[in-house]
């Protein structure tokens, strides 16, 4: 479904990755580990089709972004839903954040109608927030959250309008066990609505629960693509096997 | 003398100040005098800021959103324009408004227009100073968030400027405090004018307070001065509390 076939990827004169390829499917969960500041975050924007690679292709159910027109690339972005490590939310309420992604797919005409409109939450809201277990916090606003709670409203947000592909950037790095373990259940969720998942993190334990396939991402390219079990117990690249029993330290 | 509250002050103010409450200050106007003086300085500086406004906090996002060479340049012109002494820009607009100008087929000159002109070009600067400041302090991740979860570039401008309302709410009151509280450029190209029967033209607040202390009525400078105090507090708690019913949406 999205595949990054030998993108690179510098600012300036520095490389943030070289060559780099990885894909995820309907329905899979793909971790990328590896050490903080190895170009997680980056790649994964590359893959939200927000940041055009150097070299190499992106491509959505093999089509290009950066050969599409402006509006065709807004389509194919709309098929993408990002989580940040921050939660980043907007100022408002929880609905109203939650809303938001469902809310830029309409047109203005309805953008509008929808301000004079006094139903409650729409559907989708409601069950995105009901994946976090957030439900009862939907007309409460944003800075009364816990970071916990506001990191779940950010997962909801993303899934709310159903991507295609959903992307995680170390989405539990700031977050309790209790909060951590309901982020991870939601992926598992996703999963199971046929969104493909990336989720992007440090954190191995994590990457082995949730994983189907594991990308290990060291200084500026992948060494290894493979099945979790595969990757955390018979690593073929040296420098993986290295990195997963802590011999190699960034 | 003692000034009484300015809420007390004002209705009478309003009726032109002959009734009893004007006669319990000593200090008298002629019927119609401030009410249209108060209409006047409103007009000129709501209008001025509600165009300035129009046209500053648009620039302000594009030019915060935007990543383009020179933007540092564009900063500090815009920021340098904050200090534009006030007299140059009423020479500047009563040269454009005059008949050799080029706007003078206008017909402008001494006109509440031609004080809107002036006006607008005073408060421009700060209402885009103060909301670029804004919008560049709004975070960057809520930008890429607003982005990466399907928003168009107007989508991402609407929330930023969400973010920054209360830095743009205090930009839109800088500007109005500069305009309504201006004195040299209104009253170069306004010229201070009443009609026969004491109404303001293009009198305002601040040109009848100088006027009036000018010839030695301070206690009626003073009243006026209350008057306007007043004024800008009002406007300050509506903008506020505009700003505050924003939060909710």
Not at chain 1, 214 to 228: C, F, K, M, R, S
Not at chain 2, 104 to 127: D, W, Y
Not at chain 2, 148 to 161: E, F, H, M, Q, Y
């Amino acid at each position: 479904m999205l595949r990054a076939t030998g993108v690179s990827r510098s600012y300036g004169d520095d490389t943030v990755f070289r060559d780099l390829t990885i894909d995820v499917d309907a329905g899979e969960v793909v971790a990328v580990i590896g050490p903080s500041g190895v170009g997680k975050t980056t790649l994964l924007r590359t893959l939200a089709l927000s940041l055009e690679p150097d070299e190499g292709r992106v491509k959505l159910d093999g089509t290009d972004p950066w050969t599409a027109d402006e509006a065709e690339r807004l389509v194919l972005r709309r098929r993408v839903g990002m989580v940040f490590q921050e939660a980043s939310l907007f100022a408002g309420t929880v609905a109203r954040n939650v809303e938001y992604g469902l809310r830029v797919r309409r047109s203005w005409s309805e953008r509008i109608a929808s301000l004079f409109r006094l139903s409650g939450a729409a559907d989708a809201v409601r069950e995105s927030l009901d994946v976090v277990g957030l439900t009862d916090k939907t007309d409460q606003p944003v800075d009364s959250l816990s970071g916990g709670e506001a990191q779940r409203v950010s997962f909801a947000r993303a899934l709310a309008y159903d991507p295609d592909v959903l992307l995680l950037d170390e989405p539990t790095s700031d977050l309790d066990p209790r909060n951590t373990a309901v982020i991870e259940d939601a992926v598992g969720e996703a999963s199971d609505r046929g969104i493909g998942v990336v989720v992007a993190t440090h954190d191995m334990h994590q990457a082995e629960r949730v994983a189907d396939r594991v990308a290990v991402l060291l200084d500026d390219g992948i060494t290894e693509v493979g099945p979790t079990a595969e990757i955390f117990e018979d690593p073929a690249d040296e420098r993986t096997r290295k990195f997963i029993s802590g011999e190699l330290v960034y | 003398m003692p000034l009484e509250p300015v809420a007390q002050l004002a209705p009478a103010l309003l009726d032109g100040g002959a009734g009893p409450a004007a006669s319990l200050l000593g200090v008298s106007f002629r019927e119609g005098y401030v009410g249209s003086v108060i209409a006047v300085s409103l007009y000129v500086s709501l209008t001025a800021v509600a165009l300035s406004t129009l046209i500053s906090v648009p620039a302000a996002v594009a030019i915060g959103l935007t990543e383009f060479p020179g933007k540092g340049f564009v900063k500090s012109v815009v920021n340098t324009g904050m200090g534009f002494p006030s007299v140059v820009v009423g020479l500047v607009v009563l040269f454009a408004v005059s008949n050799q100008g080029p706007l003078g087929s206008l017909e402008l000159i001494f006109t509440r227009e031609a004080m809107i002109m002036s006006q607008f070009v005073l408060a421009t600067p700060p209402i885009t100073a103060i909301s670029l400041a804004a919008v560049s302090g709004v975070d960057d991740g809520v930008r890429d968030a607003a982005r990466v979860l399907g928003g168009t570039r107007v989508d991402v401008a609407l929330v930023v400027i969400k973010e920054a309302r209360y830095g743009i709410a205090t930009a839109v009151l800088a500007g109005f405090g500069r305009a309504i509280s201006e004195v040299g450029s209104v009253l170069i190209v306004g010229g201070n004018i009443t009609s026969a029967d004491g109404i303001s033209k293009t009198r305002t607040l601040t040109t009848a307070i100088q006027l009036e202390a000018r010839q030695g009525r301070y206690e009626t400078a003073m009243v006026l001065g209350a008057v306007l105090v007043a004024l800008v507090l009002t406007v300050n708690a509506v903008v506020v509390r505009f700003g505050d019913r924003g939060v909710t949406g």
